[in-house]
């Protein structure tokens, strides 16, 4: 009685508790991906102010203090915040390396500014590969999305790091696949190829597990994966290709209509284990799409890839639910540091 009375006391005068009392722990894998962000973003803030220290360009250096300011406030505060309010200490952030001399004098042994540029937008891609795999690992809706708008606010950055790279022509671009101007590179090209036969896989294995069931709300969340994501973005990538002169192979036949609903196969897939092979599916569809963006150099490339990866999360944020609702998920144990 008193307990309850104590906890409803609570509520009134920290309404933000009333939420905290029914948060399930975190698992072991939220937990994990949450320290190697915090940690990865300290080990960021190092580098980047050591770059700092190494270059007296004026255009260089403004780019760096936002990315270490940007860090700072979509990065390290709200997750420490989270790892906190869970009852963690996290790390202290190393020093600050700004205060050890004057920029572009900070170090005995220097950088060029062109070598900076490239060393960053590998750091990006670490990050946004790292960021994409915690979205996709995360049961819980708002740790999932801390990381989905890291994801994003990356994207950001690295466009912008992508951009001067090529203005300043410090990238190691793959050769052009053709003699065409503002042409698809070789990379490009692979990456596109890639996407390409993932959606021909995609169509196999979702008209498979449609045939493989016989409930009305996974066949429908089962086909708008197929109708909205998967075929839409498999035009796109044939239509690129062919603008640039390349023959795309035919795409796999239809399984739709090779039996009844559920008799397609001797071995059949139950509802829970066609769910869980979608999610792991998704999670490997979100790791592909940032793998591609983070190849390609030409604008409207990457944009298309961004757009790809939106449909994919809004998809994926839809199969979850279905699988919290069924308990359809086998998640790692959970870990908390909370007493009691």
Same mark, same amino acid.
């Given at each position: 009685?008193?307990?309850?009375m104590?906890?409803n006391?609570v509520?009134?005068?920290?309404?933000?508790?009333?939420?905290?009392?029914?948060?399930?722990p975190?698992?072991?894998?939220?937990?994990?991906?949450?320290?190697?962000?915090?940690?990865?973003?300290?080990?960021l803030?190092?580098?980047?102010?050591t770059?700092m220290?190494?270059?007296?360009?004026?255009?260089?250096?403004?780019?760096?203090q936002?990315?270490?300011?940007?860090a700072?406030?979509?990065?390290?505060?709200?997750?420490?915040?989270?790892?906190?309010e869970?009852?963690?200490?996290?790390?202290?952030?190393?020093?600050?390396?700004?205060?050890?001399?004057?920029?572009?004098?900070?170090?005995?042994i220097?950088?060029?500014?062109?070598?900076?540029?490239?060393?960053?937008?590998?750091?990006g891609?670490?990050?946004?590969?790292?960021?994409?795999?915690?979205?996709?690992?995360?049961?819980?809706?708002?740790?999932?999305?801390?990381?989905?708008?890291?994801?994003?606010?990356?994207?950001?950055?690295? =466009?912008?790091?992508?951009?001067?790279?090529?203005?300043?022509?410090?990238?190691f671009?793959?050769?052009?696949?053709?003699?065409?101007?503002?042409?698809?590179?070789?990379?490009e090209?692979a990456?596109?190829?890639?996407?390409?036969?993932?959606?021909?896989?995609?169509?196999?294995n979702l008209?498979?597990?449609?045939?493989?069931?016989?409930d009305?709300e996974?066949?429908?969340?089962?086909?708008?994966?197929?109708?909205?994501?998967?075929?839409?973005q498999?035009?796109?990538?044939?239509?690129?290709? =062919?603008?640039?002169?390349?023959?795309?192979?035919?795409?796999?036949?239809r399984?739709?209509?090779?039996?009844?609903?559920?008799?397609?196969n001797?071995?059949?897939?139950?509802d829970?284990?066609i769910?869980?092979?979608?999610?792991?599916?998704?999670?490997?569809?979100?790791?592909?799409?940032i793998?591609?963006?983070?190849?390609a150099?030409?604008?409207?490339i990457?944009?298309?890839?961004?757009?790809?990866?939106k449909?994919?999360? =809004?998809?994926f944020?839809?199969?979850?639910?279905?699988?919290?609702?069924?308990?359809?998920?086998?998640?790692?144990?959970?870990?908390?540091?909370?007493?009691?």
């Open positions: 009685m008193f307990k309850d104590f906890k006391t509520k009134k005068v920290l309404p933000f508790a009333a939420s905290a009392v029914a948060t399930k975190m698992h072991s894998g939220e937990i994990y991906y949450l320290w190697e962000a915090v940690t990865s973003g300290h080990n803030f190092s580098l980047v102010e770059y220290m190494n270059t007296s360009d004026s255009e260089l250096h403004i780019l760096l936002a990315l270490v300011k940007g700072d406030l979509t990065r390290l505060k709200p997750i420490e915040n989270i790892l906190k869970e009852g963690f200490t996290v790390p202290a952030r190393p020093s600050s390396k700004t205060l050890q001399g004057t920029p572009g004098a900070g170090q005995e220097k950088l060029d500014d062109d070598e900076v540029l490239r060393d960053l937008i590998a750091w891609q670490v990050l946004l590969k790292h960021d994409i795999r915690a979205a996709g690992a995360s049961s819980s809706a708002s740790v999932r999305k801390v990381f989905i708008d890291l994801v994003f606010n990356d994207i950001l950055m690295y =466009k912008q790091l992508l951009a001067l790279g090529k203005k300043r022509q410090v990238l671009t793959a050769p052009p696949a053709t003699a065409r101007d503002n042409t698809l590179d070789m990379a090209v990456t596109l190829w890639g996407e390409l036969g993932a959606r021909d896989i995609s169509i196999v008209e498979t597990y449609i045939a493989n069931t016989k009305p996974l066949i429908k969340i089962l086909k708008t994966g197929l109708n909205e994501v998967v075929m839409p498999l035009k796109k990538i044939e239509d690129i290709l =062919k603008q640039e002169g390349f023959t795309v192979p035919a795409r796999p036949p399984r739709l209509v090779q039996g009844p609903p559920g008799q397609v001797k071995i059949i897939l139950n829970g284990e769910i869980r092979i979608l999610i792991s599916a998704m999670q490997v569809a979100m790791n592909h799409h793998d591609s963006f983070t190849s150099v030409r604008p409207d990457g944009e298309m890839l961004t757009d790809f990866l449909q994919e999360i =809004k998809y944020e839809q199969v979850f639910d279905m699988a919290s609702g069924r308990n359809a998920l086998n998640n790692p144990p959970v870990v908390t540091s909370r007493q009691g």
